[in-house]
């Protein structure tokens, strides 16, 4: 069973919409990617979620009991904007404690969860440094550990790593992977080799409206080319040709180094053709089962 169920979700200005019409699930404990190009209506979406922005029309349902009860599902979720500000002149003890009591924890378990956070987000070393000494990546890990102070059921990030730097990106990817085991995350993101890293499933939005939502599985049954990528010593172009004419493949295209070979099934084709190669006596020197990206997943799915 999910945990929340987001039904026709959207905003308008000026009779524009900027987020039209989003219908989505999210399972619990998993790390769901947000995924388009800048603009597409990633943080308005998130905003909306947290109810930082008051949607024009929308069903958001919790199917799941929270810790913090009946009352508003704020109290329920954590959330990072892509430019977290903090308090340079604080320690990052001082700013967890602070966000702790705002968030209605007592003194005692404001404390308590600082210090169990400083250390789950590895800042234990830092706990006692002024903010404006971080790095880039310490100030994200600290933003993710605001969002946890609370114990929230979802996690909302906001392009967490795009202003990083690969070491930065690394710690912040790493510490998500951790988060689901007490939280469902939901994180946007332009960079789709990082969303292919840590999520179990994504969602696709361009100019506003939902393209593709489910697994990463299912994305690439559903929109993977079936190819078939071959490097011989022999040349193959007219047995290929025969062969489409025959039906026994879709198409194929001649590159740099081989072909690549298009094909309705990819289990049927496979054993095909290797036992065609072998009772020819074709000097294979590769032969792959072609894999799409992410990214050119995401490429042909925006553009259908």
């Known amino acids: 069973?999910?945990?929340?169920?987001?039904?026709?979700?959207?905003?308008?200005?000026?009779?524009?919409?900027?987020?039209?019409?989003?219908?989505?699930?999210?399972?619990?404990?998993?790390?769901?990617?947000?995924?388009?190009?800048?603009?597409?209506?990633?943080?308005?979406?998130?905003?909306?979620?947290?109810?930082?922005?008051?949607?024009?029309?929308?069903?958001?349902?919790?199917?799941?009991?929270?810790?913090?009860?009946?009352?508003?599902?704020?109290?329920?979720?954590?959330?990072?904007?892509?430019?977290?500000?903090?308090?340079?002149?604080?320690?990052?003890?001082?700013?967890?404690?602070?966000?702790?009591?705002?968030?209605?924890?007592?003194?005692?378990?404001?404390?308590?969860?600082?210090?169990?956070?400083?250390?789950?987000?590895?800042?234990?070393?830092?706990?006692?440094?002024?903010?404006?000494?971080?790095?880039?990546?310490?100030?994200?890990?600290?933003?993710?550990?605001?969002?946890?102070?609370?114990?929230?059921?979802?996690?909302?990030?906001?392009e967490p790593v795009s202003a990083l730097d690969p070491v930065g990106r690394r710690e912040i990817l790493q510490l998500m992977q951790t988060l689901k085991e007490e939280a469902t995350v939901l994180f946007s993101t332009h960079v789709l080799h990082d969303a292919e890293e840590v999520s179990d499933a994504v969602l696709i939005i361009d100019q506003g409206q939902l393209k593709y939502g489910g697994t990463l599985d299912s994305l690439q049954q559903e929109w993977q080319d079936a190819a078939i990528i071959i490097e011989a010593q022999d040349d193959l172009t007219n047995q290929l040709r025969n062969w489409r004419e025959q039906k026994r493949i879709v198409d194929f295209v001649t590159e740099d180094d081989g072909y690549k070979i298009l094909v309705e099934d990819i289990e049927l084709a496979v054993p095909f053709l290797l036992h065609a190669f072998a009772q020819r006596q074709v000097r294979l020197t590769k032969f792959e089962v072609a894999k799409m990206s992410l990214e050119d997943l995401f490429l042909k799915v925006v553009q259908k």
């Open 1 to 158: 069973m999910s945990f929340v169920s987001v039904r026709h979700l959207t905003k308008t200005y000026t009779g524009q919409p900027a987020v039209d019409n989003l219908s989505f699930e999210l399972q619990p404990h998993s790390c769901i990617a947000l995924l388009g190009v800048n603009g597409a209506g990633k943080t308005t979406t998130l905003k909306m979620l947290s109810g930082l922005v008051k949607p024009t029309s929308s069903t958001i349902q919790f199917h799941q009991p929270t810790p913090h009860g009946k009352g508003h599902i704020r109290a329920d979720i954590g959330y990072l904007p892509q430019f977290p500000v903090f308090c340079d002149w604080m320690t990052g003890f001082e700013f967890l404690f602070y966000v702790g009591q705002l968030a209605h924890l007592s003194r005692r378990e404001a404390k308590r969860r600082t210090k169990e956070l400083l250390d789950k987000v590895g800042l234990t070393e830092a706990a006692h440094q002024r903010i404006g000494q971080y790095s880039g990546g310490m100030k994200q890990r600290l933003g993710i550990a605001q969002a946890l102070i609370h114990q929230p059921k979802l996690v909302m990030l906001d």
